[in-house]
């Protein structure tokens, strides 16, 4: 396993992580708590040392299983980066839009709350980072999420502070970077082969700040595994019966063709190391947070580390 500074003030952190929203037990279809913990083991058996959650995954049950893995084994210096701003706390039906009923809620007061919630579930002093999660812009141009951000590590709260930038909207909301810089340590991108819009601008902001950047949605949702084609289907407690729709599928076939060429240079690799591999090989990305459920899922993610940047 390699290691790296996220940022310039962020911690010290494994190149692959282990991303914890598909162990909360919703949108992925069946888990199994038991398998779900195996796998969290065998990553920090392996050298990961950042754990990736947030209070909506599961609507708390995510951040539970990570502190129960901490608590079987200690926290080391295993970094858990966590988020809020989605609301299930208050939400209700009228709210579900295919993840069960959340609503964007980013008052001081909320983010404030969020974080102690979080805290008590984490069985932890302080968050080792906080991140806002994937807001509108609208949301961001408020003072409240910012200054709940700014007051929370004055206190303690949290070592760093962050923000999960939203899908599809990287260039449109690179700008918060120039204007909160000065308090943001960490940024949360989705970035992988086949979607690379961080690139044009964001990413420069990312460098020129010393902004460390986590990578999620690496592996595109298992797509980049190389394990779906056009006949793959999911079910509807499943998220991707919606973002790997058959009409997205096509789509993204279509579009993999062009690096079916990257892969067979590689003949050794698994699609999904090379694909995460090419996550971390941008200078301006730090860590990539594959998701996974079983432990042989983290055996072949954490090989890509080794393996270098391509």
Known sequence: MRYTQLGERGPKVSTVGFGAWAIGGMNWGKTDDAVSKRALHKALDLGVTLIDTADVYGFGHSEELVAQVLKERGKGDVIVATKAGNDFYNADDKDDEGYGP????????????????????????????????SPDLEKLEQDGPWEALQQLKQEGKIKHAGLSIQSFQETNQAH?????????????????????????????????????????????????????????????????????????????????????????????????????????????????????KTEQQVIDNCAASDLGDL
Do not use: W
């Open 102 to 133: 959340i609503r964007q809620t980013y008052t001081k007061e909320y983010i404030m709350f969020a974080a102690e919630q979080s805290l008590k579930r984490l069985q932890l002093d302080a968050l080792d980072i906080l991140q806002l999660h």
């Open 176 to 292: 918060l970077l120039d204007a909160h810089h000065d308090l943001l340590d960490v940024i949360q991108v989705r970035y992988n082969l086949l979607e690379r819009e961080a690139e044009k601008v964001l990413f420069p902001k990312a460098l020129e700040y010393g902004i460390g950047v986590i990578v999620r949605i690496p592996l595109l949702f298992g797509f980049l595994t190389g394990k779906f084609d056009r006949t793959s289907t999911f079910g509807k407690d499943d998220h991707r019966s919606m973002n790997l729709s058959k009409e997205k599928l096509e789509q993204y076939l279509n579009q993999l063709e062009e690096y079916e060429t990257l892969y067979a240079k590689y003949p050794n690799q698994t699609k999904a190391q090379v694909s995460l591999r090419f996550c971390t090989t941008h200078p301006a990305c730090h860590v990539s947070i594959p998701g996974a």
